[in-house]
């Protein structure tokens, strides 16, 4: 733990937020089994196809409902959405370079490590902007939104290419 970890008080999440940072869990399951894969030099075909199928099923709803419930808080040029808009736009256009190059190990790092530090962001830096610098009234509207269940989508996939066979 380094010293700003041991400095920091926990974070007290506004329970309106609580279902983002659920689905922000799954999240960085998805990167650290990237980084699994590529560590056990699984073919990247079978990552990128995983990758793709988590990012239809949970990650794409997840980043559609931040856009709608979340970024919309703070006012246009608020730095803070700034970064999260754009954070999501480098997500978006890396998975459209997955889906034409599904064959790239280097693609799938640095999806992993950006997919890794947009939720490290959120989690540190946005949400606690947005508690600072919105009502109350306003961060109860995102309440309304279901978490996914992402436990059910990983039942559809049955390749878990990130354990490591004996």
């Keep these: 733990m380094d010293d700003f970890q041991k400095n920091q008080p926990p974070i007290k999440r506004h329970p309106a937020l609580v279902s983002f940072s659920k689905d922000h869990h799954f999240g960085l399951l998805l990167a650290w089994k990237i980084r699994q894969g590529l560590m056990y030099a699984v073919a990247p075909e079978r990552i990128s196809n995983y ?22 808080m703070l006012p246009a ?23 034409q190059d599904k064959n790239n190990p280097g693609l799938l790092n640095q999806f992993a490590e950006d997919l890794d530090k947009h939720i490290r962001f959120e989690e540190r830096e946005f949400f606690n902007h947005l508690q600072q610098n919105v009502d109350e009234a306003t961060i109860e509207t995102a309440a309304s939104r279901m978490p996914n269940n992402s436990k059910e989508i990983e039942s559809k996939w049955d390749d878990a290419f990130w354990e490591r066979k004996k």
């Design 77 to 99: 040029g608020d730095p803070m959405r700034e970064r999260a808009e754009a954070d999501h736009s480098g997500i978006y256009q890396q998975i459209a370079q997955l889906e």
């Design 51 to 72: 990758v793709l199928f988590f990012f239809k099923e949970d990650l794409l709803m997840h980043f559609k409902e931040e856009e709608q419930f979340l970024f919309t």
